[in-house]
């Protein structure tokens, strides 16, 4: 739970960064682990696994509402990582961090407690058109609930968003624009200062799906004056059933609370209910606390290493691995991005990409094959899908040179 | 031959394999001698959709016996399809409707037949068994 210092490992020493994740030390099929799924989920490091298990055996108690020793100890745990979350995402206050169960929990919070609030018959709401489904239905839902719009941003051929297409959208109609920071499927990191300040000279908020973003880069929501930014915790290192939005104290104050129950109340009669302040009002119900202490040591795992470490060397781990898949006959790239992060999206030759999957998992390697539940923007590319290798700061180069390997293996055996 | 024979057959056919490769090839090799199905047969009624890859089924009842034809849009899928028509098509409805598949798990390829594999074989499979047993309940009218 302690920060990490002690054991502070140097990322040119990649072999002492990979002790640290004890599934990489395991093999499948007798293959040693090769793992290139980071974008679906990363593996978690000791001090993860250790601080959780740690939280059940010592200080396990519910949060906020005990008199007792061990609910006070768990309250300044849970809490103290709330801190963590605020510094490590430079949020102005505390309580402008709400837990919630991940990146779809915390949009689906947004659309429907924003929604209710400002959204009206008419209106209109801008995504992209290179969203996760978690960053489309939520809002579709909302839109048919309130009588409202979606515009679509559309993408350009190399998967770079069309900034003057979204610019021509921006009118006195538009209440929010949600777009992701990294596409899940074609690794794009998109130009969010710009769509950020774009949307502002129109005063309209902006949310970001900082879901593949915060694993690789450095972010800071008062620099970028975004007004939500959304991740989960399960893809940087922490668990499952963590995850985080960000909103700024003026719309986050303004917002209805998304569900009821306890924890959010201030008071309550049968005739009226109270609400708590900010972040209570949207937390409701025990919460994942022993989640939230693996958010903490995820933190402080990234922060021991320093994320503009991981992304200088994630940087150069990119650019080696698109090299060495340009020497794959017959491959090419999904989305070609002027700037790209963690992921590369990519098809070899006809070859369905399900089949390419399956035998780099027999193999030993672990990709992602399929539409990345982004199947609008398959459509796009008129691909059934793709293969997406995603990199986390533990994948070295010779593990891009077993994927390689196995991808020409693959398409030998498929011919 | 029975449908249990055939099943047989293919798990004797698969043990003279070696190690995976072997057998993926083998599979592969299936997938591509499996003539593809008429496109006009590729209809929506005879997609079986599932998240990964697409199967096509198509069934034609006649001589008492239910034939199959089927294609699949990923390689390997198709070669497991190939081998499910192979084993499954030309018998009566009753002797499909009443078929324990057990060759694919026999020869290690089991994660198929798994509903998170979601990649259609295992829909299929239940499509086929569905036709059997409408066809066997017709026929005891």
């Known amino acids: ?29 007798g293959k040693p682990l090769v793992y290139f799924d980071n974008g679906a989920t990363t593996q978690k490091p000791l001090q993860v696994i250790e601080a959780m298990d740690t939280y059940y055996r010592e200080t396990n108690s519910n949060v906020h509402r005990g008199v007792h020793y061990l609910s006070g100890k768990a309250t300044d745990a849970f809490e103290a990582v709330r801190k963590k979350v605020q510094r490590f995402l430079n949020a102005a206050q505390e309580h402008e961090i709400i837990y919630t169960s991940g990146t779809t929990a915390a949009i689906n919070l947004v659309a429907s407690s924003f929604g209710k609030k400002y959204v009206l018959p008419g209106d209109t709401i801008i995504i992209s058109s290179i969203e996760h489904h978690a960053n489309i239905v ?54 969010i200062e710009k769509i950020i300040e774009l949307a502002h000279r129109n005063q309209i908020p902006v949310l970001i799906d900082a879901a593949q973003a915060v694993q690789h880069m450095p972010v800071d929501v008062q620099q970028l004056d975004v007004d939500f930014l959304v991740f989960s915790g399960h893809k940087m290192y922490g668990p499952t059933g963590i995850g985080v939005l960000y909103g700024k104290e003026k719309y ?23 609400y708590q302040k900010l972040p209570f009002k949207f937390e409701a119900g025990t919460p994942a606390i022993a989640e939230v202490i693996g958010l903490g040591a995820a933190i ?20 080696y691995l698109i090299e060495a898949l340009k ?33 780099l998992d027999k193999q030993g390697i672990a ?48 011919g | ?31 591509k001698e499996l003539p593809s199905m008429d496109e006009s047969l590729k209809t929506d009624d005879r997609l079986i959709k599932g998240c990964q890859s697409r199967v096509w089924l198509h069934a034609d009842y006649s001589d008492g016996l239910l034939k199959f034809t089927a294609d699949s849009d990923a390689l390997i899928t198709k070669g497991l399809v190939a081998l499910l028509v192979r084993v499954l098509s030309g018998h009566a409805p009753q002797q499909i409707a009443e078929a324990e598949i057990y060759f694919i798990e026999k020869i290690g390829l089991q994660n198929h037949l798994s509903p998170t594999r979601a990649n259609g074989l295992l829909s299929m499979l239940k499509q086929m068994k569905l036709y059997a047993v409408a066809l066997a309940a017709q026929n005891k009218l």
């Open chain 1, 1 to 29: 739970m302690e920060n990490g210092t002690a054991h502070t490992p140097l990322l040119k020493d990649i072999a002492q960064v990979r002790q640290l994740f004890p599934i990489l030390q395991s093999s499948v099929y």
């Open chain 1, 138 to 191: 939520p809002w579709q839902m909302m839109a048919e609930e309130r009588g409202a719009s979606l515009k679509i941003i559309p993408m350009l051929p190399n998967g770079d968003l069309d900034m003057e297409a979204y610019e021509s959208y921006l009118d006195d109609k538009v209440k929010l624009v949600a777009v992701n920071y990294v596409s899940n499927a074609l690794g794009t990191v998109n130009p």
């Open chain 1, 252 to 274: 986050l104050d303004a917002m209805p609370p998304f569900m009821g129950g306890g924890e959010m109340i201030q008071t309550v009669t049968f005739e009226k209910t109270t």
């Open chain 1, 300 to 319: 402080d795992f990234i922060e021991s290493i320093g994320i503009e470490a991981i992304n200088r060397y994630e940087t150069e781990l990119l650019a």
């Open chain 1, 327 to 359: 020497s794959i006959p017959g491959l090419r790239f999904v989305g070609e991005p002027e700037k790209r992060a963690g992921v590369v999206s990519f098809l070899i030759g006809q070859h369905h990409p399900f089949d390419v999957g399956e035998i």
């Open chain 1, 367 to 414: 990709v992602r094959t399929g539409h990345h539940c982004a199947e609008p923007l398959m459509r796009i590319f008129n691909v059934p899908g793709t293969v997406r290798a995603s990199v986390a700061l533990y994948n070295t180069k010779e593990e891009v040179d077993v994927l390689v390997r196995g991808l020409r293996r693959a398409a030998d055996m498929l």
């Open chain 2, 1 to 31: 031959m029975t449908i249990n024979e055939i099943q047989d057959e293919i798990i004797s056919e698969f043990e003279m394999l070696g190690e995976w490769m072997d057998k993926y090839e083998y599979i592969i090799q299936l997938g």
